[in-house]
């Protein structure tokens, strides 16, 4: 049974209190706690070796990683006849005036060329012909970047508007924040995981809340009615930035949605509406939840914020 398996003698021995298996050399040396100690010790060590002989090859191969596209950005500035480094290699711009607003446009313009896993520190520091250190002086994480690159993005939508009812404005509103979204998708993902406050991101919310306020919305439903809506339109363009970057998503998901409801006996009433699932024009889905959020925060009772 045992074979010469020391290892699982010694187990089978401490555990059961019964003789070790002849044939397993070298068992009877010691008392079986401290034999299975020892085994277990030696066990742990093997293990614990080949788990440090791993992350010590991956970082090796983070590190390559990392140096071959830090090699390629300064070949691609050499060649692109940026300004001379100190010891004659063109790297990045000009280094100018430092600033929050310069990191941003640096970080926009990366993740528009190559995409937002991109959009490093360390990229933004070499682009603007600095070290990462000075970037973070000015943003303080990854997040708080996204943040801003998010209010960029807001700082595209047009608050100006004056036609139609408060309703349709609303519509119009969000709509143009989720095709502004949905240009970036890879952003998009992360708009749900960051907040951003900066000063589009502000009048944004404060349009919204106005728009909430012409309809005759209470201040409290405004309020969670505003982020109810937000969240919603951020939400949906997240799902949707994979469909932005693959126009054959869609068909694909379609498929497989109906594989895997089969013949419906399973699922009797998501059978029945099948075709609704996915039909429809994107903007005219889109303006339907609106109208019903916004039918819900209208006629929902008056939410209970006083202990929050």
């Not at 691609?76 to 000009?94: E, L, T």
């Amino acid at each position: 049974m045992f074979g010469k398996n020391k290892f699982v003698a010694n187990m089978f021995a401490a555990t059961t209190g019964l003789p070790y298996p002849e044939g397993v050399s070298g068992a009877q040396d010691q008392p079986p706690s401290e034999r299975f100690r020892d085994q277990l010790s030696a066990q742990l060590r093997k293990e614990m070796r080949a788990e440090a002989i791993r992350l010590r090859n991956e970082m090796r191969d983070e590190f390559q990683r990392q140096l071959s596209e830090q090699m390629a950005e300064q070949m691609s500035a050499m060649h692109r006849g940026g300004p001379r480094g100190p010891r004659g290699h063109q790297r990045g711009r000009p280094r100018g005036n430092l600033s929050r607003d310069a990191i941003v446009d640096v970080a926009m313009e990366i993740m528009t060329r190559r995409g937002l896993d991109k959009v490093t520190m360390r990229s933004i520091a070499h682009e603007l012909n600095t070290g990462p250190a000075s970037i973070y002086a000015h943003v303080s994480s990854m997040a708080e970047l996204h943040g801003h690159m998010l209010d960029r993005i807001v700082g595209g939508i047009d608050l100006t508007r004056t036609q139609g009812t408060w309703r349709e404005r609303v519509t119009e509103l969000l709509s143009d924040l989720s095709h502004e979204l949905l240009r970036y998708p890879d952003l998009a993902r992360s708009a749900l995981e960051v907040r951003p406050f900066g000063e589009h991101a502000l009048a944004f919310a404060d349009h919204l809340i106005g728009l909430l306020a012409e309809g005759g919305v209470s201040p409290a439903r405004r309020a969670l009615g505003m982020d109810l809506l937000t969240l919603w339109t951020m939400g949906g363009a997240a799902e949707h930035a994979a469909d932005a970057q693959d126009p054959a998503t869609p068909r694909e998901n379609l498929q497989a949605f109906r594989d895997a409801l089969g013949d419906g006996s399973a699922y009797p009433h998501l059978y029945a509406v099948q075709d609704a699932v996915f039909t429809g024009t994107g903007d005219a889905r889109f303006a339907w939840g609106v109208d019903a959020l916004l039918t819900g925060i209208v006629g929902s009772a008056e939410p209970d914020v006083k202990n929050s």
